[in-house]
């Protein structure tokens, strides 16, 4: 997951599992602090109390919503550079290719983590180290994959890598904010273009 191990995560059982689908829809759609348990146990066609039962809190609901969603991203993306030719520059494009696919059918409303981020900035909630740490996860992520790319040192690759970072959040939040048209697009241009100046061609 890229967040601490002291993170806690439950046994999904059926009913579970429909809470927690519900859950998804609704903190997506309506936002976190605007989504109560009752509404969500009524979604999901279960008891308050069997929610309660399963998940333990509110809070521990938002934990598996948004580690649930950055687990299914993360195989989505990984099934995506598998596939990917194996040249850096084309492994890093596929990212922001990925990221538009993504949020064609997972994302109207932008980035579920930055979303969240916005209600949730208290390191002490216990979803608070899911965001951050898929967040810092997705930094290594271009950081290793910009030090594959021929010509720049250490240092300039990890400078390389921040910026491939900004572009794509940057994309996903106007994604969100519906801006200008396609930002995920536009920034895997500017990624490319840039990439381009790295290796010289």
Not at 46 to 53: G, I, N, S
Not at 79 to 84: K, T
């Amino acid at each position: 997951m890229g967040t601490s191990e002291e993170l806690r995560r439950i046994t999904m059982t059926p009913a579970a599992r429909r809470a927690l689908a519900a859950a998804g829809r609704l903190f997506y759609d309506r936002g976190i602090h605007a989504v109560g348990v009752d509404l969500i146990a009524a979604e999901a066609g279960v008891t308050k109390k069997t929610l309660y039962d399963r998940f333990g809190s509110k809070e521990q609901v938002v934990v598996e919503y948004l580690a649930d969603r950055d687990e299914r991203w993360r195989a989505f993306l990984a099934e995506r550079l598998d596939a990917a030719p194996p040249v850096p520059r084309a492994r890093i494009l596929t990212v922001f290719d990925a990221s538009r696919d993504w949020m064609s059918d997972h994302g109207s409303k932008g980035c579920s983590m930055v979303n969240a981020h916005a209600e949730i900035s208290d390191p002490s909630h216990p979803a608070h180290a899911v965001i951050t740490g898929q967040k810092q996860w997705m930094l290594d992520l271009f950081t290793r994959l910009a030090r594959d790319v021929e010509g720049p040192g250490p240092d300039a690759a990890d400078r390389l890598g921040r910026t491939l970072m900004l572009l794509h959040e940057g994309a996903l939040v106007a994604h969100g904010l519906k801006v200008f048209p396609d930002p995920v697009a536009h920034a895997r241009e500017e990624a490319d273009a840039l990439l381009a100046g790295a290796t010289g061609s």
